[in-house]
C-alpha cells in the first residue's frame, strides 16, 4: 500500500487506474454482480485484472482521499435557541469565612463527623433499590420536580416557608429522604435558595444533611457548585451568631465539614480549634 502523501503527489492517477479496471468487470455479458466479475484484460496496461480485488481495493482509495480531503478539526453550528436555560455553572473559587474565636470545631471531632456520615451514607446505597420499589403514603403528595415552592413548603412545612421564623412542622409532616431519591439536586438547590434570604434552622438542617447523604459521586457540576454555595452560605450566617453556645454553630460546622473534608472541597475547611 503506498503512503498517503504519494497518492497525493500523484494525483487521481491510480483511482482512474482501477476505475478503468472496473469498467472491463462491466463489459457486455457481465451481470454487474460482483460474484460474475471474473479475471479479465486491461485494454490499458495488458495486465490480467482480478474484478473483486479491484473493486475492494477502489474502495479504499476512494475512502483514504476522502479522508484526506476532511479538516482536521470540525466546528459545530450550534443553535443557541435550541439550548436550555441554566445550562452553564458557575464554581465561586471564593472561600469560607473564617469562623469567629472558638467556634471553630477540633480536628478529631471533624474526623469522626465524616466517619459517621460516610457509615450513613453506605446505609443508603444499601437500601436504595428497596426505597426505590416502595410506594409513598396515600396522605402524601409529591410536588413536581420543578416546583420550588411546593418543594421547600414540602420539606420546611408552609408556616416556615410563609414567615420565615423557626416555626416548623410536626415530625409527622416531615417525610423521610426516600421520596426525594430522584430529585435531589434540584430539592438541594431549593433549599439552598431559601437558605440563602433566611436564617438556619433545625428542619433546615435535617434536609440539607439527608439531601448531602443522598448525593451520588462523583459530583455533577450542578451539585458541586450547590455544595460550594451551602458551606459560604453557613460560614456566613456563623458569623451572626452571637454565642458559641448557641445551637445553630454545631450545625452549621457540620455542614462545611462535610462538603470541604467528605466532599473533597478543602479549601472550604475550617482551620481545627
Known sequence: TQPLAHLRAKG??????LRCDLDLAHAPGRTGRIENYG??????CGGRVDAPAVASGALRLDRRIEAAQCPDVVVAQIDPKKLKRKQSVNVSLSGCQPAPEGYSPTLQ??????AQFSTVRQSVNRHRSH???QQLDSNVTMPKSEDEEGWKKFCLGERLCAEGV????AASESPGIDYVQATVTSVL???SNWFGER??????GRWLYA?????EKPLLPEAHSLIRQLARRCSEVRLLVDSKDDERVPALNLLICLVSRYFDQRDLADEPS
Not at 109 to 114: D, N
Open 189 to 191: 438547590e431549593y433549599l
Open 131 to 133: 426505597w426505590k420499589s
Open 166 to 169: 423557626t416555626v416548623g412542622p
Open 12 to 17: 487521481a492517477r491510480p483511482l482512474v487506474r
Open 211 to 215: 439531601l448531602l447523604a443522598c448525593l
Open 39 to 44: 479475471v479479465g484484460t486491461c485494454r490499458g
Open 109 to 114: 471531632w471533624q474526623q469522626q463527623q465524616v
Open 199 to 204: 436564617d438556619f434552622t433545625p428542619e433546615l
